[in-house]
């Protein structure tokens, strides 16, 4: 019983070390990778073509922090700490891209998004 015990102890420690060895997520690269998207988009486009949740939508899904941000439905499903990093990263990147690309937008290109 108790070498189970051990080995169940040794399996959960070395799990847990694999989760945080994850690769952590780069804010600039993200925001980079946000305003390329934009840049794309803007370059060539004509009045109200331009969708900005397209590039939201491509970078939401290529960062696990923002994915986990944007899911609130199932916030409880994940810890306090995750939550926090996930919240603390969107707001870093959202603090870059308002820097490397908003400035920058020609907001004439930009498709109008209807209020309720």
Request: glycine letters at 2%; one cysteine or more.
């Amino acid at each position: 019983m108790r070498n189970s015990v051990l080995v169940f102890l040794f399996l959960l420690g070395s799990q847990s070390c694999k989760m945080r060895d994850l690769p952590k997520e780069n804010v600039f690269k993200v925001s980079k990778d946000y305003c390329n998207c934009l840049d794309k988009q803007l370059s060539g486009a004509k009045d109200s073509t331009v969708d900005l949740n397209d590039c939201e939508r491509l970078i939401f899904s290529k960062s696990r922090l923002l994915s986990i941000y944007s899911d609130y439905d199932n916030w409880d499903s994940y810890d306090k700490k995750t939550l926090d990093s996930a919240k603390k990263f969107a707001i870093e990147v959202r603090n870059i891209t308002d820097t490397l690309c908003y400035n920058k937008i020609d907001f004439k290109k930009v498709k109008k998004i209807r209020h309720m």
